[in-house]
Nanobody, 126 residues
Framework: QVQLVESGGGLVQAGGSLRLSCAAS????????MGWFRQASGKEREFVAA????????YYADSVKGRFTISRVNAKNMVYLQMNSLKPEDTAVYYCAARPTSGGYYYTGERAYDHWGQGTQVTVSS
Protein backbone atom coordinates (compact mmCIF):
# COMPACT_ATOMS: atom_id res chain seq x y z
CA GLN A 1 0.00 0.00 0.00
CA VAL A 2 1.00 3.59 -0.57
CA GLN A 3 -0.56 6.57 1.13
CA LEU A 4 -0.88 9.87 -0.71
CA VAL A 5 -1.36 13.35 0.74
CA GLU A 6 -1.88 16.39 -1.49
CA SER A 7 -1.12 19.97 -0.53
CA GLY A 8 -0.66 23.36 -2.13
CA GLY A 9 -4.18 24.17 -3.20
CA GLY A 10 -5.77 27.53 -2.58
CA LEU A 11 -7.37 30.60 -4.08
CA VAL A 12 -5.60 32.37 -6.94
CA GLN A 13 -6.55 34.97 -9.52
CA ALA A 14 -6.81 34.08 -13.17
CA GLY A 15 -3.39 34.14 -14.79
CA GLY A 16 -1.69 33.17 -11.56
CA SER A 17 0.25 30.07 -10.58
CA LEU A 18 0.11 27.33 -7.97
CA ARG A 19 2.24 24.28 -7.29
CA LEU A 20 0.53 21.21 -5.94
CA SER A 21 2.52 18.62 -4.05
CA CYS A 22 1.75 14.98 -3.37
CA ALA A 23 3.66 13.19 -0.63
CA ALA A 24 3.77 9.41 -0.83
CA SER A 25 4.53 7.03 2.01
CA UNK A 26 4.56 3.28 2.31
CA UNK A 27 5.96 1.19 -0.48
CA UNK A 28 8.88 2.05 -2.76
CA UNK A 29 7.79 5.20 -4.53
CA UNK A 30 9.80 4.54 -7.67
CA UNK A 31 7.69 1.43 -8.29
CA UNK A 32 4.69 3.63 -9.00
CA UNK A 33 3.44 5.58 -11.99
CA MET A 34 1.70 8.74 -10.83
CA GLY A 35 -1.12 10.89 -12.06
CA TRP A 36 -3.11 14.01 -11.29
CA PHE A 37 -6.86 14.19 -11.78
CA ARG A 38 -9.41 16.86 -10.96
CA GLN A 39 -13.10 17.08 -10.26
CA ALA A 40 -15.09 20.26 -10.61
CA SER A 41 -18.33 20.70 -8.74
CA GLY A 42 -21.11 18.78 -10.45
CA LYS A 43 -18.77 17.14 -12.95
CA GLU A 44 -17.00 13.82 -13.27
CA ARG A 45 -13.39 13.42 -12.30
CA GLU A 46 -11.07 13.99 -15.25
CA PHE A 47 -7.46 13.25 -16.13
CA VAL A 48 -4.97 16.12 -15.90
CA ALA A 49 -1.42 14.75 -16.14
CA ALA A 50 0.59 11.55 -15.76
CA UNK A 51 4.22 10.60 -15.25
CA UNK A 52 6.04 7.29 -15.41
CA UNK A 53 8.19 5.86 -12.62
CA UNK A 54 11.39 7.66 -13.63
CA UNK A 55 9.89 10.97 -14.68
CA UNK A 56 11.17 10.44 -18.20
CA UNK A 57 7.72 10.24 -19.77
CA UNK A 58 4.81 12.57 -19.17
CA TYR A 59 1.40 13.16 -20.70
CA TYR A 60 -1.16 15.95 -20.36
CA ALA A 61 -4.79 16.57 -21.05
CA ASP A 62 -5.24 18.97 -23.96
CA SER A 63 -6.91 21.46 -21.64
CA VAL A 64 -3.73 21.94 -19.58
CA LYS A 65 -0.99 21.24 -22.11
CA GLY A 66 1.55 24.05 -22.17
CA ARG A 67 0.33 25.46 -18.84
CA PHE A 68 0.82 22.60 -16.36
CA THR A 69 3.93 20.55 -15.67
CA ILE A 70 4.06 17.27 -13.76
CA SER A 71 7.32 16.20 -12.15
CA ARG A 72 8.59 13.86 -9.45
CA VAL A 73 11.53 13.46 -7.09
CA ASN A 74 11.78 9.81 -6.16
CA ALA A 75 14.39 10.44 -3.49
CA LYS A 76 11.82 12.57 -1.66
CA ASN A 77 8.75 10.45 -2.46
CA MET A 78 7.14 13.52 -4.03
CA VAL A 79 5.22 14.34 -7.16
CA TYR A 80 4.34 17.89 -8.18
CA LEU A 81 1.96 19.70 -10.47
CA GLN A 82 3.10 23.17 -11.45
CA MET A 83 0.11 25.11 -12.72
CA ASN A 84 0.67 28.36 -14.61
CA SER A 85 -1.67 30.71 -16.45
CA LEU A 86 -4.56 29.45 -14.40
CA LYS A 87 -8.10 29.92 -15.66
CA PRO A 88 -11.42 29.90 -13.80
CA GLU A 89 -12.23 26.61 -15.52
CA ASP A 90 -9.28 25.03 -13.71
CA THR A 91 -11.25 25.36 -10.46
CA ALA A 92 -11.64 21.86 -9.01
CA VAL A 93 -10.52 19.45 -6.34
CA TYR A 94 -7.21 18.02 -7.49
CA TYR A 95 -6.29 14.43 -6.69
CA CYS A 96 -3.00 12.60 -6.77
CA ALA A 97 -3.08 8.93 -7.78
CA ALA A 98 -0.60 6.05 -7.87
CA ARG A 99 -0.37 2.77 -9.72
CA PRO A 100 2.29 0.10 -9.24
CA THR A 101 4.18 -0.54 -12.45
CA SER A 102 7.05 -2.63 -13.71
CA GLY A 103 7.47 -0.78 -16.99
CA GLY A 104 8.12 2.75 -18.13
CA TYR A 105 4.47 3.53 -18.71
CA TYR A 106 2.20 6.34 -17.69
CA TYR A 107 -1.56 5.94 -17.35
CA THR A 108 -4.36 8.31 -18.24
CA GLY A 109 -7.41 6.32 -17.19
CA GLU A 110 -8.90 6.80 -13.76
CA ARG A 111 -9.49 3.07 -13.37
CA ALA A 112 -5.81 2.33 -13.93
CA TYR A 113 -4.92 3.79 -10.53
CA ASP A 114 -5.10 1.87 -7.28
CA HIS A 115 -4.33 4.56 -4.72
CA TRP A 116 -5.74 8.04 -4.29
CA GLY A 117 -5.16 11.02 -2.05
CA GLN A 118 -7.89 12.98 -0.33
CA GLY A 119 -7.67 15.91 -2.74
CA THR A 120 -6.83 19.59 -2.48
CA GLN A 121 -9.09 22.45 -3.57
CA VAL A 122 -7.94 24.86 -6.25
CA THR A 123 -10.09 27.91 -6.87
CA VAL A 124 -9.30 30.36 -9.66
CA SER A 125 -11.14 33.67 -9.53
CA SER A 126 -11.84 35.75 -12.63
Amino acid sequence: QVQLVESGGGLVQAGGSLRLSCAASGRTFSNYAMGWFRQASGKEREFVAAINWSGGSTYYADSVKGRFTISRVNAKNMVYLQMNSLKPEDTAVYYCAARPTSGGYYYTGERAYDHWGQGTQVTVSS
